[in-house]
């Protein structure tokens, strides 16, 4: 029997700010019970409905929930066969074949250091992927393989269409830039490019600060620069929270 999807990412992404949140609340109700100072009070709620909108935000993004499909336009025939580029425990991958329920897909991923960054060292990375296809029904469509998105390991035009979330911005500027121009090799001429990112919007700054570094200072603008550089046309644009997205193709 198949067991349920475990994306791994760390516990404190989802649910983190409830450290602060219960705290807070309990002393915001002492200090209330107990007459202290106005300051206190003010302080403690500001806590608290910093804590509490954070987690807000942080759900939203449902880091370990199933994620929709950005844009319907995306893989439009809804055939063929599709590489997700760092491809991780398979978020990316499931939200693919599971909107495109006649598409193949390879899911590709570099599984060194930055997967157990992401999703800690527990069990072989492969095999955590290979769990979730199953348990998500979608295996049979999917084959997982090892490479870099620098130096992809496939023949030119190889892809009807990519996707690729929150993992370009794990590769530094120049890296990026590899990456995009390999997407490109490998998508076929009319191919689509689904190029999913953390969007550094200010409710992701507000819940996060400094702890969310990805991306860097890169924004929507460097993206549509560097794809479009990299030969793409951007098709259409769109964000959600902590989330950008852009919808690229491969001029046919
Ligand atoms: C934040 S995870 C995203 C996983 C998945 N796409 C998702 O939506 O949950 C980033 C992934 O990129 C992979 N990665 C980082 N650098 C890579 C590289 N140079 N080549 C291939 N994959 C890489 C990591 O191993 C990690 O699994």
Known sequence: MNGSIDFGYPWWLSYGHL????????????????????GWLLAFGALAAWAA????????????????????????????????????????????????PKATLAAV??????????????GDPRNRLLANLKAAGVADRATIE????????????????????????????????????????????????????VGNDRWTKFAYGPLLTHGGTRGPAWWREEARQAGFTVEEEGSSPATIFLLLRRPG
Do not use: C
């Not at 450290?19 to 007459?35: C, G, K, Q, T």
């Not at 991923?109 to 527990?122: A, R, W």
């Open 19 to 38: 450290v602060i949140l219960l705290p807070s609340l309990a002393v915001l109700f002492a200090a209330w019970r107990r007459e202290w100072r106005r």
């Open 146 to 197: 090892t490479g870099d998105m620098r130096k992809l390991p496939f023949a030119a035009e190889s892809f009807d269409a990519i996707v690729s979330a929150y993992a370009m911005d794990h590769v530094g500027r120049e890296g990026a830039r590899q990456a995009l121009a390999e997407a490109h090799r490998v998508v076929k001429p009319g191919g689509d490019f689904l190029l999913v990112l």
């Open 109 to 122: 991923d570099l599984f060194g250091d930055s997967f157990g960054h992401h999703f800690g060292s527990n």
């Open 53 to 100: 909108t954070s987690m807000f935000v942080t759900r939203s993004f449902n880091v370990n929930g199933r994620a929709p499909l950005p844009t319907e336009n995306f893989l439009k025939s809804g055939v063929g066969h599709v590489l997700d580029i760092g491809a991780g425990t398979g978020r990316s991958s499931i939200m693919v074949l599971g909107a495109r």
